[in-house]
């Protein structure tokens, strides 16, 4: 049974930072992309970062670049999410996904989802 498990989200001031955590369990980690994703009430899930199996490789969609770093740790199975210069409009609940697919800012989720953690950023 594949799990995710996202963990790290709050509430912070506007200009301050949080680090989301993503444990994964069920599959083999290290042969997969992993993505963050977020989402606010009556808008679609939308890409955030993706960083290739190696570590090698990430990817960010254009709001994010510059602020927040994606990252993985294979031996402990968990891909994290550092995230500077938080903005009232990165208000949302992040998802962790597995397998997401794409190229450069756009990237089509997976197949597996975390229950997400709530990020709140005020002004």
């Known amino acids: 049974q594949v799990q995710l498990v996202e963990s790290g989200g709050g509430l912070v001031q506007a200009g301050g930072s949080l680090r989301l955590s993503c444990a994964v369990s069920?599959?083999?980690?290290?042969?997969?992309?992993m993505g963050w994703f977020r989402q606010t009430p009556g808008k679609e899930r939308e890409f955030v970062a993706a960083i290739a199996w190696s570590g090698g490789s990430t990817f960010y969609t254009d709001s994010v670049k510059g602020r927040f770093t994606i990252s993985r740790d294979n031996a402990k199975n968990t891909v994290y999410l550092q995230m500077n210069s938080l903005k009232p409009v990165d208000t949302a609940v992040y998802y962790c996904n597995t397998g997401p697919r794409g190229s450069g800012s756009g990237f089509r989720p997976g197949d597996y989802w975390g229950q997400g953690t709530q990020v709140t950023v005020s002004s």
């Open positions: 069920g599959l083999a980690f290290s042969s997969y992309t």
